[in-house]
């Protein structure tokens, strides 16, 4: 019940278009998902997140939109670029305890020039 | 700005010996956590750490895994008969609260290779 899926695995898109990724979630205790972001090499960093109060968040070209009946929530990526190619994990942590995060398993994603 | 770090970036160690991966936590953060991520898959929750014990652990964080927080600034994670299938990256993460309210704050990792 603490599993995020994620898809898809992986996403080539040209600049400029909107790469959608797609996560799922079961445990109705998670109420914190946040999107991250990982270059080869490095660690995650987090790069936006929602709580489920709100149906949509927006931060410069990302977007989150989240449906708490479906328990499914999505990023958008809005005129996508090549610096934006790298892994993207979606999360799910519960509301209590020590916020521990469940990650998904991760789109590679690629903007070709 | 403050971050996250993590030493060794890279530690390679034979099958059985015991292995100690070090993070330095943002200074004011009151919640540890160790990750890992065996190449090319997720990243798994191995356990958390709050005031001076353990919060949270996964299924992964067996006998062989401690975390102890030394001091007032390191936290590290000590694996005392390294396995091959402990080959992964480590992550250290640390949040200001807990509760679903942190945003958490990744170091770079360390890799570990078990031969």
């Known amino acids: 019940q603490q599993q995020v899926k994620q898809s898809p695995q992986s996403l080539i898109v040209q600049k400029g278009g909107i790469p959608i990724i797609n996560c799922a979630y079961e445990n109705t205790a998670f109420d914190y998902f946040p999107w991250y972001q990982q270059f080869p090499g490095k660690g995650p960093a987090l790069l936006i997140a929602i709580r489920p109060d709100v149906s949509e968040k927006k931060e410069g070209r990302f977007t989150i939109s989240f449906n708490k009946s479906a328990k499914q929530f999505s990023l958008h990526i809005m005129d996508s670029q090549p610096g934006d190619s790298a892994t993207y994990f979606c999360?799910?942590?519960?509301?209590?305890?020590?916020?521990?995060?469940?990650f998904g398993t991760g789109t590679r994603l690629t903007v070709i020039p | 700005e403050p971050e996250v770090t993590q030493t060794p970036s890279h530690q390679v160690t034979q099958m059985g010996q015991e292995v100690i991966l070090r993070c330095v936590p943002i200074s004011n953060h009151l919640y540890f956590y160790w990750y890992r991520q065996i190449l090319g898959q997720k990243v798994e929750f191995l356990v958390s750490?709050?005031?001076?014990?353990?919060?949270?652990k996964s299924e992964i964080f067996d006998d062989q895994f401690s975390v102890e927080r030394p001091d007032g600034s390191n936290f590290t994670l000590k694996i005392r008969s390294t396995k091959l299938e402990d080959s992964a990256m480590y992550f250290c993460a640390s949040t200001p609260e807990g509760g679903g309210r942190g945003t958490q704050y990744f170091g770079p990792g360390t890799r570990l290779t078990v031969l």
């Open positions: 750490f709050y005031n001076n014990e353990i919060s949270e």
């Open positions: 999360a799910a942590s519960p509301q209590t305890g020590a916020n521990n995060l469940f």
